[in-house]
């Protein structure tokens, strides 16, 4: 079985300082990562996603993410955030084998304050 | 391009009572997913449908959810009767080939009383 643990439930940040949300996951096969973000009474975006290739990865609105295999991590940062960047933002993943379903962490919810 | 419609976006009903949900996925999309995403929690998959197919409907409560997808396009998803622990957001997301992005509509939240 997989999981994901994203270990700050809320990550207050001041507007123009940088920003890391954590995320491990765990799985006994290869995975494919993702990260999603959800503002207040919408459906979940793609902010961006490994599926293989370089770790670094960059996605939408100047978020990047970095997989790490030996420590199981797929950390979100940005050097800058902005007020518009306030949402709810979820780490999930896919198995190798599976039938292509997300299991998603609980969530971070990213904050910034004026 | 038009994105995944769902309706009603908010419903308020009284336990014992049922309820459906409707959604209508991006043209051409052949995956449908159907997720409960509980408040605090991250979304929980309910069902999977391949055209009008289940996939995996293993998580869905099956003794009061039930879901249907006749023609491969629009889906409903239907609870009957509700309980209190059903108070959530139902997302419904649907992907085009294998390894495409699931584009995910704006969720009905539902609040059983």
């Known amino acids: 079985a997989q999981s994901v643990t994203q270990l700050d439930s809320q990550v207050p940040v001041f507007e123009e300082a940088p920003v890391e949300l954590r995320c491990n996951y765990s799985?006994?096969?290869?995975?494919?990562l993702f990260w999603y973000v959800q503002y207040p009474n919408q459906g979940l975006q793609l902010l961006l996603k490994y599926l293989s290739g370089s770790t670094l990865v960059k996605g939408i609105n100047g978020f990047e993410a970095e997989f790490n295999k030996s420590q199981t991590s797929f950390h979100l940062r940005k050097p800058s955030v902005h007020i518009s960047d306030t949402a709810e933002y979820f780490c999930a993943l896919i198995s190798s084998g599976s039938a292509r379903q997300l299991t998603f962490g609980s969530g971070t919810q990213l904050t910034v304050l004026p | 391009e038009a994105g995944v419609a769902q309706s009603p976006r908010y419903k308020i009903i009284e336990k014992r009572q049922s309820v459906a949900f409707w959604c209508n996925p991006i043209s051409g999309h052949a995956t449908l997913y159907w997720y409960q995403q509980i408040l605090g929690q991250g979304p929980k998959l309910l069902i999977q449908?391949?055209?009008?197919?289940?996939?995996?409907d293993s998580q869905l409560p099956k003794d009061r959810f039930s879901a249907e997808r006749l023609k491969g396009v629009d889906s409903t998803l239907k609870i009957q009767p509700a309980k209190l622990e059903d108070s959530a957001v139902y997302l419904c997301a649907s992907r085009q080939g294998v390894w495409e992005t699931q584009y995910f509509g704006p969720g009905t939240r539902l609040l059983v009383l």
């Open positions: 799985s006994s096969v290869s995975v494919y």
């Open positions: 449908f391949q055209n009008n197919g289940v996939v995996d």
